[in-house]
């Protein structure tokens, strides 16, 4: 940009109000996009936090909420410490014995049919796996930064896949 700062001045000169705005637009998107990369290699190079958490390989692996549990206890700790700034998480398919009044995989439930007992079991699930988003939330929304919450310094987003996995329908998410 300041290469060729001088030219676009010169240029500016010979353009009517409306390619002006335009110009000017375009010369702010692209600096604002250097000062976004010259923050953004800051970051990177900044030394990353050393924590004192220790590792949850004491995790129930047949609880999908438990395993749910551990992975945003990470996420929170690394958000916290500012050791990333975007984590995707992405749980299907694993087991759930270790849920009372459920008695199949997450992945088959989800393929209920219809069947009630099927949905009730799924119905614990999806609440157990809720309320352990909702208390990662009630975490980021306990945790100061900058004088400010984290959840408040946060973007976060649940969804599904699909509207009714019981048919692949992607409808209605």
Known sequence: MDVIGGEAKALQRELGQGDKEKLDMWFTSIREAELRLVASEAWINKPKPKVAMTAPYDVDRDNAAAQMKAMLD???LALETDSTRFITLHVMGAKVSGLDGVEEAY????HHGRDEDKLR??????????????NFLRKLKGSDVKER????ETMV?????LGNASSHDNRNM
């Not at 992945?107 to 989800?110: A, C, D, M, R």
């Not at 987003?157 to 896949?161: G, R």
């Open 157 to 161: 987003l649940l969804t599904s896949n």
């Open 121 to 134: 079991q799924l119905g614990i699930v999806e609440q157990s796996m809720i309320n352990e988003w909702a």
């Open 149 to 152: 919450t984290l959840l408040n």
């Open 74 to 76: 990470i996420m929170h």
């Open 107 to 110: 992945h088959g439930l989800s």
